[in-house]
């Protein structure tokens, strides 16, 4: 059987590892590379690295980093941050990346979508949705880090990048990040009632419990994960054999 | 020191199967030069891309006919991963209908869901089951049913069950390692698959 994911984010800021609360306050916790390492020597599931700044920057993705960080990883490996180009994506390939992640590019030029599938593959493609709850609850995309509204339901854009050629949704509730309070596991479900790839659900994860209910109710595949692993002693071999507790599949 | 060349053909997570091989003790040669294969004792066709587009790519670059002559003629040690394993099929659909390399008699079709909550692609850690109960050399030292990673949306549907080494309970099951003697495709990426997949390499390694 397909196992629930357990997924640490790593976020990067010129390679050293932030964390902030609702994609704002952001606070150095660490170094990426040594985060890395101790990720790698846990046997996590897959890790995620996201370069928070390039975009914003308008700098292309930090392809050194990603080499040395691929150099620490036999797991699985998924980044994200800066990426406008096929080119961009078949660098971060070559120097290790297994999946890459669009977030701004995949709003403002949806055809990189079409481009990107069309020549490595739907699998290696994650488009990844950050979204925020307005007032009157309904959800809202946002780009640039969570700095540009770009006022789209979440629900639709998933479902557009899933027909232009998508292989997985990284799901993110600004709202929830950094807050530990759980998941926005609404929000989850009505992106994967919609569409039928795996989705990742992001933000909010404080504790394992906040994991399996985004599961069980939110219908998600992995859970993605930070500041609970930075800044707890909540490990995700923990969350796992809680999982493991609730019938869920995990690979322990 | 046991000479691998891992083809690079434009598409291809490259950088972490040669730091696989090297640390399973191989000597990772990333190649774009098809004569660099007659020098290598066994040759990695890697993953990641798109059928249509990897089988275009290795064959602007003049693989075809070098896999050919090194793995058919001189029986050197193959293995593809994942886009590489389906690579050595008949035909791939992915991309429009595009002649592999014809290695294993087979098709490479789109994963079908089995029911309204299966998800495709097929991302992430799965169970291989051994066909024949008992683990073949690519997988000596490891449990039946051990999890290994995948990240896939089509799979290779093969002619000959006696090429069938292991099955993926996925999609109503799909074929997660093939081959026979020192041709050999696995579906998962065993270059992520941590102790498990390293141990994969090292058989492959010592075959």
Known sequence: ?252 | MNRVAIIDYGAGNLASVARAVQECGGDACVTQHPEDLATAERIILPGVGQFAEGMKRLRARGFEAALKEQVLARDTPLLGICLGMQMLATRGAEGGETAGLGFIDGDVVRLTPADAHTRVPHIGWNEVSYEAGEAPPLFAGLRDGCDFYFVHGWHLRCARADLVLARTPYCGGFISAVGSGSLLGVQFHPEKSQRAGLRVIRNFLSM
């Not at chain 1, 990426?83 to 390939?93: F, K, P, Q, W």
């Open chain 1, 1 to 252: 059987m397909l196992k629930i994911r357990v997924m640490p984010t790593v976020l990067s800021r010129g390679g050293e590892l932030v964390k902030g609360v609702a994609f704002d306050s952001w606070r150095r916790v660490g170094s990426v590379m040594q985060a890395v390492k101790i990720y790698n020597l846990r046997e996590v599931d897959e890790l995620v690295f996201l370069d928070i700044d390039a975009t914003v920057q308008g700098r292309v993705p930090d392809f050194g980093l990603v080499a040395d960080i691929a150099r620490e990883c036999f797991m699985p490996l998924t980044v994200g941050g800066g990426i406008r180009s096929v080119e961009d994506v078949r660098r971060l390939l070559q120097v290790g990346a297994d999946k890459v992640a669009v977030n701004t590019a995949a709003f403002e030029a949806p055809g990189l979508i079409e481009q990107i599938s069309a020549q490595f593959g739907s699998q290696c493609l994650v488009v990844s949705i950050d979204a925020r709850r307005r007032p009157d609850g309904q959800h809202e995309v946002w780009t640039r880090s969570g700095t540009a509204c770009a006022g789209k339901d979440p629900v639709d854009l998933a479902s557009d990048a899933e027909s232009r050629g998508a292989g997985e949704i990284l799901l993110t509730a600004i709202d929830r990040d950094g807050t530990m309070t759980g998941y926005d596991v609404e929000l989850t479900r009505r992106v994967t009632s919609r569409v039928r790839l795996p989705v990742i659900a992001s933000g909010g994860a404080g504790r394992a419990e906040d994991m399996a209910l985004v599961i069980e109710r939110g219908g998600a595949s992995a859970v993605a994960a930070a500041a609970c692993f930075h800044f707890t002693d909540l490990t995700p071999l923990d969350v796992k054999r809680h999982l493991a507790a609730r019938g869920l599949p995990v690979r322990l």
